[in-house]
Each structure stands twice: as C-alpha cells, then as structure tokens.
C-alpha cells in the first residue's frame, strides 16, 4: 500500500489499474471475475505504529460500516457491493460500483458560479441521497465536489458513502493529524477533532453549495491551518454580495447550512432540501427563517386581522398586502413584543394613510407613539397555530429524463427536473429507473394534490385527494409504467 507496485488482486478482485491515492487509501479498477463485471475496490492500509488492541477494534467498525453501507439502495449513491481483508497483504477494502462519468471538482472553474437553479438542483439530489446514508445511523464525513460524481445524463451520484468514514478515523487511532481529506468542506467540530454527527455532512454540503453558486470557497485562505481556522470562527461573505441576482433566500438558508453550532443547523438532510425547493418555487425559505437569532413575525401577520392578514399557499409563503405592515413588524422587532403589538392594534385601527390625506406619524411628527403598555384585552388575538401535516411525495419513473410538477389544491408546490439512471441494457435497449422524495408542509384538512410529468412531447396528469391530520404525514406513491409510460397515484 505505501509503493507504487500494482497488486494483481485484492480477495477475489482482479485489480486492472490505479485510479487514485489517498494519504492511506488507494483505489482501484477491478474485475469481479464471478459476475463478470466492472468494479472500483478501495483499500485502506493501518498506521504501522497503531496497536493490534486498537487495529483489532478498527477492523471491526471497518467491515460493519461496510456492511451497513451496502445495505443502501437509492439511486444517488455509489453502490457498496463487498468488503473484507486481504489475505496476502492485510488490507482492509470495500468494493463499490463503477460509474461512468467525472467527478464535479473536475467541471468547476474557479470564480465562475454556476446557474443557481442548476446549483441547487444538483445539491437538492445530493442532500436526498445524504439523507439515506444518514437514515442508516452513518455519517459520510468527506462531502465534497471530487466525491460527487456526474452521470452522463447530468445526475450526481454521491460517492465514498461508506468509505469515506475510514479515511478519518485513522486519526484517532495516531497522535499525528496529518491530513484532512478536504479541509475547504470539513466542519468546525471534525476540525477541532470533536465526535460528528450527521450535520457535519449538512455543513459540508453548505459548503459545496456555496462554491457553486458563487464560483468561490466559502473559507478560502493560503494553507490548511488557515482555512480550519476560518472554518472555525469566520462567517463567509453572502453569496449575493458576490453574485448579483440570486434569490434572497439563498444567503438564509446557507447561512443555516453553515452555522458554527451544531444546533443551529438543519437537523436532517430533508430540512435543508425543503428550503432549497422553497427557495426555487420563489418562496421563502420555511426552515431557514427562524434561525435563531431572528423574530419570526409570520404567525403575528396571520392573526391580526381581516385587513392586514397576508396571503398564504400551502407551504405557508407570506406577501402582505399593505406597505404599512412593514411599520408593524419593524415595531415588533426594534420595540419588543408589547410595544409593537400595541402599534400593530393602531394600524389596523387606523385608516390608510392615502386615503386619509396623513402621513402615519403624530402630530408632533415624532414618528409611531408607542405609550404605555396596553391592557390584556385590547390585544389580538395570539393563538398558537395549529400544527402542520405532511404530505411525502414518492415519485419513481423510468424516464430518461423530464420534468415533474406537483399541485396543492391548485397551488404549484413542486417543479423539478427529474433523470434516470442505466440500471440495465437489454440487446441495446437501456432500462432506466429513477426516484424523487419530495416533503410539502400542508394545512390539516383535505387536499386535492394533482401531479404532472412532462417528457419530450409526452405529457401524463393525474389527481388525487385525501385528507392529512395534523403534526402526521401521509405518504403519496407516483409510478410511471416502464410499458405505456402510464401515470398512477396511490396512497400508501
């Protein structure tokens, strides 16, 4: 493992060429002479100064993260068929799918961004794939553009799922933290060497996220030292200060992917593709908008009044309606809670400014007069919101590519570009196959949810309603017929 000589096998594997190598991991292309196919074994070689108590251990949580590893299943991730240890040589290797196609590291081009619809598109997939690898009780740990590959058809596919882990965990097994595998994606708590957990990966995708979209590494300095200290205690600068045209939301909800506390981050992988998809359909972000440190003012908009309440859909995006609202959450915030709903009860009250003939100010032009705390019951009404349901929408195609769209009760609540991956190629013909899990927050109640699927010149549509609990969630199935392209909807 530490020259450069070419083993000819690896267990059964017949190794054919180097394909990279790692601080103390090479890979390689192989042959699985059984299954007469393609394959890609990475081997991993222990310190030599580690114990046989400490080696004995990490063999063990070696091969069972492999096993788990390969007991994933979804379509953007890097398989993991095997795993085990050499017999001539003593390493340890796992054997993963070989994929056709290149890695995105190798497409970026430095302070170039890429289109932020494609941008977060692309991370969308990859935090979906993330989420499974999480929903098994592993952490990835080395999220980063080399470890996401691109299909030929454009769709990622995220490698090392279960390999990557072992890469890591080498240093707590030496004195010596010689390497971090990327440092411009490590998390502050893997760089001060604390435990990680799955939002490690949440903000190493952040990261991935915000090259993309600004061209530019969100800590880039002149060494590793210097960039794990900015991982540590730097805020990057906002993406739309250098990419004039990105939507609003995009700098909250990196900002929430990025937070240095744990806590502050998204819990799970799914949160963060909410607000992504949020974020495309033109909506604020739901999660990343009550990070802490900000007032959510939302639910006080929607329960002021008849004349001041904001429009809503089922996703809860909120457009006021009257400029003068502003003043209202301006009061909530500047003046704390009591104050400003005493000015929010003064607005509503009053009539509009234009139809008035006067400014909003008092006479002595001193701007809103807050006064004295007011009585209990001249308050709004503040009731807490009921709980929402969920709707999870599972969508598997056997399209090469297309775009799908999801309505609520007429409301555009879904639109994504979908892609198939080859699974298998019959006398020329490839079969494809694809998934898309899509969450969407509704109001308790019933619903009408129609889905649309375009592909080419082809079209299919389909509608269905059912009724969604509170604080439950409610499983739609969507399948398009491999013979006949036929849409179905059923719930599960």
Known sequence: MTGATLPSALGRYEVLEELGRGATTVAYKARDPVLDRAVVVKALALPPDVSEKE?????????????????????????????????????????????????????????????????LGLIASVGQALQQVHAAGLVHRDVR?????????????????????????????TSARRAFGAPLYTSPEQAVGENVDARADIFALGAVAYRLLTGHDAFAAENPQRILSRVIHDQPQPATSLVPGLPGGVDELLAKALAKSRKDRYAEANSFCDDIDDVLGGRPPRH???????????????????EAVADTTATGTIRTRRRRMLRVVAGLVALGLVGGLELLRRELEAPDAASSGRP????????????????????????????????????????????LVVRVDGAKVVERRVTGAVKKSVLGIKFREGRLLQYVDLPPGRHEIAVEVRWGDDRRDDTIAGNFTAGATRQLSARVARIGKRLSLEWQ
Request: proline share 7%.
């Open 55 to 119: 080696r004995a251990a990490f063999e063990a949580r070696f091969l069972e993260e492999a096993r788990r590893a390969s007991l994933l299943s979804h379509p953007g991730l890097v398989a993991t068929h095997d795993c085990g240890k050499d017999a001539a040589t003593g390493a340890l290797f796992v054997v993963q799918e070989h994929v056709s196609g290149t890695s995105l590291a190798r497409v970026l081009v430095a302070g170039e961004p890429c289109p932020w619809a494609e941008a």
């Open 145 to 173: 553009p080399s470890n996401i590959l691109l299909l030929d058809s454009g769709a990622p596919k995220l490698a090392d799922s279960g390999v990557a882990r072992f890469e890591t965990a080498r240093l707590t097994l």
């Open 288 to 306: 990343a908008r009550s990070a802490a440190g900000k007032v959510d003012t939302s639910r006080f908009l929607l329960t002021a009044g008849a």
């Open 360 to 403: 909003s100010v008092d006479p002595a032009g001193r701007g809103p007069s807050i006064g004295a705390a007011p009585e209990a019951s001249d308050l709004p009404s503040l009731e807490e919101p009921k709980p929402l349901a969920r709707l999870a929408f599972d969508f598997r195609h056997t399209l090469e590519r297309g775009t």
